[in-house]
């Protein structure tokens, strides 16, 4: 996800404290690696991007345009999962 971030978001110093957040998360885990069951949550606040790892809350990147653009990762009409846009336009966008 991270790395798809990069062409929507022209600031590198959001995505690099994006990267720092997944990357500590994932070594405080005690794995060493993002293995099979990993848990990733990423919370696109209104003014920031929140990042949790296995529950365990990272941070926040304080910043509403990176916010929006990892949102635009799965969201928009590049996104990098057409059935998961569909499947959650069709489960939590219609009456």
């Known amino acids: 996800s991270a790395a798809s ?35 990733f949550r990423f919370d696109c606040k209104e003014q920031e991007l929140r990042v949790s790892v296995d529950g365990k809350v990272q941070g926040a990147v304080g910043s509403p345009a990176l916010s929006k653009a990892f949102g635009d990762v799965y969201l928009d009409d590049d996104c990098v999962s057409p059935p998961l846009k569909e499947s959650c336009l069709e489960n939590c966008c219609m009456p």
């Open 5 to 39: 971030v990069p062409p929507r978001h022209s600031v590198p110093s959001d995505v690099n404290e994006l990267k720092t957040l997944i990357c500590d998360g994932v070594n405080q885990s005690g794995k060493g690696a993002a293995t099979k069951g990993t848990t």
